[in-house]
């Protein structure tokens, strides 16, 4: 072999179910585990190892340092939660530099659509108990919802969108 192997196929087929994972837990009761986001750092380490120059590896690994400071700076404001810091700054990592602006871009989208899809849910089962924190507690906004949306759209949309 002389040069990386594409790994990326492989990746997504586990990094969109535990996105999906971050959803449903991040909903259901409103933090993101820690072990959670290990598993998706031990993924994308491996992968990057095995598909990427060690070039790309620094830059994505100096990307994740600034996501994960910026989100700690946002943490220590009480803007953002602990668990979607370090899950940004792991996905960061999957994310190839050079996508880095599009990858923010569907953020964006998929924090205006967490917001919406949130409402919707809200209104649509208002006075009711559904044991889903997410849903029920109004002055907290579950980020994991538009992390793992955007996410999975990403790894779905990133080799028309790169």
């Keep these: 072999m002389n040069g990386p192997v594409d790994l990326q196929l492989p990746v997504s ?7 999906v994972c971050v959803i449903l837990y991040d909903m259901r009761f409103m933090r993101i585990p820690n072990r959670l986001v ?18 790309q590896i620094v830059w994505r690994a100096a990307a994740a340092a600034v996501v994960f400071v910026f989100g700690l700076t946002l943490f ?6 602990g668990g979607d810091v370090k899950l940004l700054a792991v996905l960061t990592l ?19 659509a967490g917001v919406v899809l949130l409402m919707v849910l809200r209104a649509a089962l208002k006075n ?9 507690d109004h002055s907290r906004f579950p980020l994991g919802l538009s ?15 790169t």
């Design 128 to 136: 009711r108990e559904t044991g889903w924190r997410g849903i029920e």
């Design 147 to 161: 992390i793992g949306l955007s996410g999975l759209a990403f790894l779905a949309l990133a080799p028309s969108l």
């Design 38 to 55: 290990l598993v998706i750092l031990v993924v994308a380490v491996g992968s990057l190892a095995f598909s990427v120059s060690l070039e």
């Design 13 to 19: 087929w586990i990094i969109a179910p535990l996105l």
């Design 76 to 81: 220590a404001l009480r803007l953002m939660g």
């Design 94 to 112: 999957l994310i190839p530099t050079d996508a880095l602006a599009v990858f923010a871009l569907v953020l964006s989208v998929g924090i205006v």
